[in-house]
C-alpha cells in the first residue's frame, strides 16, 4: 500500500501562505455549478412575475433617476438619452455591488453549511460571481433592447464602436474586483464584524463617487476627478457606455490602472481568505 | 500482510479560546501584531502553554481535544463514545475538515464523506430532485455520480410520489429520510458519522444502521460512528474509543468500552437533604440522605435491580409508619410509585435509632435519561416528611428484556409482558 493514493489527505494546523489547490476547485465544479442554479432559480420561486423581476429593478431605478437627477436636478447625461446614460451605468453598478455585497458575506452567511462539511470554501464566492453574471446578463439583455430602440427608431447621437470588443475585459475586471474586495471583507469579517455595517453604507456612497449619475466629463475640478478616477469602477463604466454611444471617456491608461487594481484586491482576497477559512468556524 | 492505516493521527490538538470576541480581543490582537513586528513571541501563545495541561480558573483558553493518538484501519467501524463536552465533536470536525487542528497531524488515505448532519445545505425552495444533486455535491459527489445513484436514492427514501414538490412541503421525517439516503449512497472511503440515526422512525432507523454495516462490510469501507446510542454502538462497532476530558480514556473492544464509559459517566451522588429548607411536615422524622445504586455499585442501567438508601432521623420510637417514592422523569411526568401501605403493610416498631430505609426495585423498567424522586415519610397517619426533588439520577441503556434489542419509541416505562397466538 506504498503506493500514492490520489485522495490522501494531511490534515495539519499551518496553512502556507498561499494554498490555493485548484486541482481541487476543479474537483467540485460541479457543486459550483449546483450553487449557480440554486441561487438563480431560488431568487424568483413562488412569485408571479418570476424572472421577470431581474428587469423591474433596473427599470424603476432608471425612471427613479430620470426623475430625480435628469428632471428636477437637470444634471448632464453627456447629451445621450437619459434612459440609455443611466441604465448603463445601474446594470454594470449593480453587478460590481451585489456580487461585492453577497460575497462580503459568505462566511457569516453559510456558517451553518460550513460548520458541517467540508469543501473547498472558495467554491461559494465563486458561486455568487457567476450566478450574479447571470442577473447581469439578463440586465444587458434589457440594455441591448433599450439601446436598439434608440438607435433604430430615434435620431439621438449614438455611436457604437470598436471598443465594444472590451466587453468581455470589462466584465472579467468587473467580477474581480468585486470578488477580491469580496474575499478581503468577508475574511475580516469573521472575527470582528464592525465591516458589515459598514459594506452596504459603503456600497452605496461608492455609488456616487461612480459617473453613474452624472459624466466625468462634467468634473473639472482636478482633485475630485483624481477622487473619481482613484475609483477603479469608474473607468470601467465609462468605457461601457463609451463603447456603446462614443460618448464619454475612454483611456487606456485608466482602464489599465482598474485592471492592476483587481489584480492587487484579488491577491489580497486570496491571501486573506486562504489564511483564515481553515479555522474561520472557529471564529465567526 | 502488514495493512497500513488508513487514518492515522498523531498528537492532535485543539485549542479554544473562551469568552467572546471584542474590543478586548482586539486589544490582544493589535499587541500580538505590535509584538511580533517588534521581532518578539507572541504574549498569548505564552499564557496559552502555561494553561495548556492544567485548565485553572481564569484561563481564557482550553484544550478541547489533547494528546490524541490513533489509528483506524481499512473496513473498520470505529465507535467514538464520551460524555458531552468530551471532545467527540470537535475531533469530528477537524476529522471532516470544518475546522484545523492547533498542533498535531491527521493522515488519511481515501476520501472522507462526513455527516455531522442530515440535510446540510437543502434549500426549502427547491425540490427534492434539485436537493438531492445539490446535497450531493456538497457531500462531495460529482454530477455523474449523483444521477446515477438517483433511483436508489428516491427508492431508499421513499418518496417517489413527492421527487417534484419543494422541500418545504416534506413532513419531518420525509425531510430526514431523503437526506439521509443522499448520505448513504455516498462512496466515501471513510465516513464520519455524528448521531444523525437518532431521527427518524423505527423502521427507518433500522433501515439506516443495516445501510451502514452494508457499507462497511461489502463496500468495505471504513466508518468512524459516534452516538450516545449504546445500543448502535454495540449493533455497528466491534471496536471503540473512550473521550473523556478531550482525551483518549479507552481503546479497545466494545463490550469493555461502553463498560468504562458507563462505569465513568455514572451519578450515584449521594444527596444531602438536612439542609433542605422546602420540605413539610410534623418534623417527628426528617431524611437525611438519599442515594441511588446498583448492587455492585455499578452505574444504572435499564433492567438491573437498583436500591434506594434512604437515611432519615426518627425522634420517638413510631408504632405506624410509611415510606413513599415518586419517580418522575425530566417531563415531570410520574413514571411509578412505591408506598409500602399498600404494597406490603406500614411499619408497626420502628426503633428510634433507626436510621436508614432502603427500597429495591428488581429489573429497573426506566429508560435512558435522568429522573427525578419526590419523597414522603408518614409517621401515626400525618405526615412527617416531605420533600420533592430529593434526588435525580440516571439511567444508561440497557437491555431490559434480554433480548438484544431496545424499544426506539422513548415513551412511558418498560414492563415484562408475553404474547401469544
Known amino acids: 500500500m506504498s503506493t500514492q493514493n490520489p485522495y490522501t489527505l494531511v490534515i495539519e494546523p499551518k496553512t502556507r501562505l498561499l494554498d490555493l489547490n485548484l486541482k481541487e476547485v476543479w474537483r467540485y465544479r460541479d457543486l459550483l455549478l449546483l450553487f449557480v442554479r440554486r441561487d438563480f432559480v431560488s431568487v424568483y420561486k413562488q412569485t408571479i412575475f418570476g424572472p421577470l423581476w431581474f428587469f423591474i429593478q433596473p427599470v424603476l431605478t432608471t425612471i427613479m433617476f430620470m426623475v430625480v437627477f435628469g428632471g428636477i436636478a437637470k444634471m448632464s447625461t453627456d447629451g445621450l438619452p437619459q434612459a440609455i446614460f443611466y441604465l448603463a451605468g445601474i446594470v454594470s453598478w449593480n453587478y460590481f455591488a451585489e456580487a461585492l455585497k453577497t460575497t462580503s458575506e459568505t462566511f457569516v452567511a453559510n456558517a451553518s453549511i460550513f460548520g458541517k462539511v467540508y469543501f473547498p470554501r472558495v467554491i461559494t464566492p465563486l458561486s455568487i460571481v457567476v450566478s450574479k453574471l447571470l442577473t447581469f446578463v439578463v440586465q444587458f439583455v434589457l440594455f441591448l433592447l433599450v439601446f436598439f430602440y434608440y438607435f433604430l427608431f430615434t435620431d439621438a447621437n449614438l455611436a457604437p464602436n470598436s471598443t465594444l470588443l472590451l466587453l468581455p475585459l470589462l466584465i472579467i475586471i468587473t467580477a474581480g474586483l468585486a470578488l477580491g474586495l469580496g474575499l478581503l471583507i468577508t475574511a475580516l469579517t469573521t472575527k470582528y464584524r464592525d465591516f458589515r455595517f459598514l459594506i452596504g453604507f459603503a456600497i452605496q456612497l461608492g455609488m456616487y463617487a461612480t459617473p453613474i449619475i452624472y459624466p466625468l466629463s462634467e468634473i473639472d475640478n482636478p482633485k475630485l476627478r483624481m477622487v473619481i478616477l482613484a475609483n477603479p469602477m469608474s473607468s470601467i463604466i465609462e468605457t461601457f457606455r463609451f463603447a456603446f454611444t462614443g460618448v464619454g471617456e475612454f483611456s487606456w491608461l485608466s482602464l489599465g490602472y482598474s485592471f492592476i487594481a483587481m489584480l492587487v484586491l484579488l491577491a489580497a482576497g486570496t491571501l486573506t481568505f486562504n489564511k483564515v477559512e481553515k479555522t474561520f468556524m472557529d471564529t465567526v | 500482510m502488514n495493512i497500513e492505516p488508513i487514518i492515522k493521527i498523531e498528537d492532535l490538538a485543539k485549542q479554544y479560546r473562551l469568552g467572546s470576541i471584542g474590543t478586548g480581543t482586539f486589544s490582544h490582537d493589535v499587541n500580538r501584531w505590535w509584538q ?53 465533536s470537535t475531533l469530528l470536525k477537524l476529522l471532516s475538515r470544518v475546522t484545523a487542528p492547533t498542533t498535531g497531524k491527521i493522515t488519511c488515505h481515501g476520501r472522507i464523506a462526513s455527516l455531522l448532519e442530515v440535510g446540510t445545505g437543502f434549500h426549502p425552495e427547491l425540490t427534492g430532485r434539485e436537493n438531492i444533486y445539490l446535497n450531493g455535491a456538497i457531500l462531495g459527489m460529482t454530477k455523474k455520480e449523483i444521477a446515477s445513484k438517483f433511483d436508489e436514492i428516491v427508492d431508499f427514501a421513499g418518496c417517489q410520489k413527492y421527487i417534484e414538490t419543494p422541500v418545504k412541503r416534506y413532513s419531518s421525517g420525509m425531510y430526514v429520510r431523503l437526506a439521509f439516503a443522499v448520505a448513504a449512497h455516498l462512496e466515501p472511503d471513510i465516513l464520519v458519522v455524528d448521531e444523525v440515526l437518532a431521527v427518524g422512525d423505527a423502521e427507518f432507523q433500522e433501515k439506516a444502521i443495516g445501510k451502514m454495516q452494508d457499507v462497511s462490510s461489502q463496500g468495505g469501507r471504513t466508518v468512524l460512528f459516534v452516538s450516545h446510542n449504546m445500543a448502535s454502538i454495540k449493533a455497528l462497532c466491534k471496536k471503540v474509543i473512550v473521550l473523556k476530558n478531550g482525551s483518549v480514556y479507552y481503546e479497545g473492544s466494545t463490550e469493555e468500552g461502553i463498560r468504562v464509559y458507563l462505569e465513568s459517566s455514572k451519578n450515584n451522588l449521594i444527596e444531602q437533604l438536612m439542609l433542605r429548607k422546602d420540605r413539610i411536615g410534623n418534623g417527628k422524622m426528617k431524611f437525611t440522605n438519599i442515594n441511588v445504586a446498583t448492587f455492585d455499585k455499578g452505574a444504572i442501567q435499564t433492567g438491573l435491580d437498583i436500591v434506594f438508601t434512604i437515611g432519615f432521623d426518627l425522634k420517638a420510637n413510631a408504632t405506624n409508619m410509611w415510606f413513599r417514592l415518586i419517580v418522575i422523569g425530566d417531563d415531570e411526568v410520574v413514571r411509578f410509585i412505591c408506598n409500602n401501605y399498600h404494597s406490603t403493610a406500614p411499619f408497626r416498631k420502628v426503633n428510634k435509632d433507626s436510621n436508614i430505609v432502603s427500597l429495591t426495585i428488581p429489573k429497573l423498567p426506566l429508560l435512558q435519561g435522568k429522573y427525578y424522586c419526590h419523597l414522603q415519610a408518614v409517621v401515626d397517619n400525618e405526615i412527617a416528611d416531605e420533600i420533592e426533588y430529593a434526588g435525580e439520577f440516571d439511567v444508561n441503556e440497557g437491555d431490559f428484556y434480554g433480548s438484544g434489542k431496545v424499544p426506539t419509541i422513548r415513551k412511558g416505562v418498560l414492563i415484562e409482558h408475553t404474547w401469544t397466538i
Open chain 2, 36 to 88: 511580533k513586528v517588534r521581532g518578539k513571541e507572541d504574549p498569548y501563545l505564552k499564557v496559552g502553554e502555561i494553561n495548556d495541561r492544567t485548565q485553572t480558573g481564569g484561563s481564557d483558553y482550553v484544550w478541547a481535544l489533547k494528546d490524541i493518538n490513533f489509528e483506524v484501519q481499512p473496513g473498520e467501524i470505529l465507535g467514538i463514545i464520551g460524555k458531552n463536552g468530551a471532545g467527540k
